[in-house]
């Protein structure tokens, strides 16, 4: 890491593609939740709900970048929907990806719908902010995010370490190689 004054710039990361920077940020956002999620274990980090939500939402923000990554590689537009819901973004994502190699589960505190179809009012009532229930106190009306819930960091660690796990596998030993037209090891 820099220890100067000059602007911190990555002349590397500038010159990938798009769907390249996302993956890249992607393991960093992961990385960053499961560090948090870490120190807050070691007592580093405070383990109070508003913490939680930091640890939640940069997970959530790895994996919205990991699936916006993964589309973008492979559309014809070389970018991935501008959309925010992580159901929108899996089901393109499994349309582009059907095989079984490339699947995943994303940890179910952010409710991934593959049934979007059968109710399409509620999910976008309910979709509409879940983006932000974990970076914001409240919504638009001032209706509150704060709800009951149990946040177990051990768990969600471990939830956290799998993701990153599957999440690498993906993308360096599935999609990757799949771009460049070379076979899958099963």
């Not at 939740?33 to 070691?42: E, F, K, P």
């Not at 508003?50 to 959530?60: D, G, I, K, M, N």
């Not at 109710?119 to 995010?145: A, C, I, M, V, W």
Request: aromatic share 10%; proline share 5%; glycine share 4%.
């Amino acid at each position: 890491m820099k220890q100067d004054a000059d602007p911190s710039f990555s002349d590397e990361l500038a010159g990938l593609p798009e769907w390249d920077r996302a993956f890249w940020l992607s393991r960093a956002f992961l990385e960053a939740s499961r560090s948090l999620c870490m120190s807050m274990l070691a007592g580093d980090f405070s383990s109070q709900y508003s913490s939680s939500r930091v640890v939640l939402h940069l997970a959530r923000h790895g994996i919205e970048l990991f699936l916006k990554g993964a589309i973008a590689a492979v559309s014809a537009r070389g970018s991935a929907p501008m959309t925010h819901d992580l159901s929108r973004l899996f089901l393109e994502y499994r349309r582009l990806y059907p095989e079984l190699i490339f699947s995943f589960e994303v940890p179910s505190c952010f409710s991934v719908s593959e049934s979007l179809d059968l109710f399409p009012d509620d999910h976008e009532k309910f979709h509409s902010t879940l983006d932000q229930r974990h970076r914001y106190p409240s919504d638009r009306k001032g209706n509150t995010f704060a709800t009951m819930e149990v946040f177990d960091p051990v768990a969600t660690l471990k939830e956290l370490e799998q993701l990153d796990r599957e999440l690498k596998v993906l993308e360096w030993a599935r999609i990757r190689p799949h771009l460049r037209g070379e076979s899958q090891i099963d």
